[in-house]
C-alpha cells in the first residue's frame, strides 16, 4: 500500500471500538514481559525433562533464532505487502501493517500487539510440534521454538529503534538505511529488519553504495526528530 504522505505525526485509528482500538498497541516491554518467561520456560523443559545434551539445545535454539529471521522477512514481503484487491481485504492489509507505512513514527504499533502475537505463536508452535513429530524430533521442539521467539523479540526491539534513534554502531548503518528506504523511497525492497540477510539472498536489498544517503528524509522517521 502507498500513500500520498507520511505522516510524521499522530497515529492511525484502526477501530472505533475503544477496546479493540487499545489492543492494536503495545509497548516493547510488555511483549518482552509476555515472552521471556516463555522463552525461559520453554528452555527449562528441554533441559529438565527432555533429557538432551546442552550442545544440542544450543544448537536447535540457534536454528530457531535464524528460521525467524527467514520467517521475518516472507511474512513482512508476502503478507504486510499482499496486493488487496477488495475492499476487506485492503483494510486487513491496512490494519496488519498499511498503517505503519502512512504512520511511521507512530510508536505504539512498531511490535505486534499481545493478542495477535499469542495467537500466532501457539499457531507456529503446535505447527512446528506436528512437523518435528513426523520428522522424530519432537524433543527439539522447545528449544528451537525459544530460539524462535528471541529472534521475534530481537526484530521487534529492532523495528522500534530503528524507528526511534540513530544505529549505535556504524557496522549497523546499513540495516537503518535498507529500512528506511523501503519506507519512504521503495516498498518492494528492504524486507529484513532484524537482519538483511534474506535481502540479499533473495536480491531485495537495496545498493546502499548506489542510494544517496537523505539525512532529512532519515530524521523524518526518527521520534525524537523536531517536526
Not at 55 to 64: C, D, E, K, N
Amino acid at each position: 500500500m502507498k500513500f500520498e504522505k507520511i505522516h510524521n505525526k499522530g497515529q492511525a485509528t484502526l477501530f472505533e471500538n475503544p477496546v479493540l482500538e487499545s489492543l492494536t498497541k503495545a509497548h516493547p516491554l510488555l511483549i518482552w514481559g509476555i515472552y521471556l518467561p516463555i522463552v525461559i520456560s520453554l528452555l527449562y523443559y528441554s533441559i529438565e525433562y527432555n533429557n538432551i545434551v546442552s550442545s544440542r539445545i544450543l544448537a536447535s535454539f540457534g536454528v530457531g533464532v535464524v528460521a525467524w529471521t527467514l520467517f521475518e522477512y516472507l511474512i513482512h514481503r508476502f503478507a504486510f505487502h499482499f496486493t488487496p484487491k477488495t475492499e476487506r481485504s485492503t483494510k486487513i492489509v491496512y490494519i496488519m501493517h498499511g498503517n505503519h507505512h502512512e504512520y511511521p513514527r507512530d510508536k505504539d504499533r512498531l511490535f505486534m500487539p499481545p493478542v495477535p502475537s499469542l495467537m500466532i505463536s501457539v499457531t507456529l508452535f503446535f505447527l512446528f510440534y506436528l512437523l518435528a513429530t513426523l520428522l522424530k524430533i519432537q524433543e527439539y521442539t522447545y528449544s528451537y521454538f525459544a530460539g524462535f521467539i528471541v529472534g521475534y523479540l530481537i526484530y521487534g526491539t529492532m523495528h522500534y529503534a530503528i524507528h526511534a534513534w540513530n544505529p549505535p554502531f556504524k557496522w549497523m548503518k546499513p540495516l537503518w538505511r535498507n529500512h528506511h528506504m523501503h519506507h519512504y523511497k521503495e516498498q518492494e525492497k528492504g524486507f529484513g529488519v532484524s537482519s538483511t540477510l534474506w535481502d540479499h539472498v533473495f536480491s531485495t536489498m537495496f545498493d546502499l553504495k548506489k542510494e544517496k544517503d537523505d539525512p532529512e528524509k532519515v530524521k523524518e522517521l526518527m521520534h525524537n526528530s523536531k517536526v
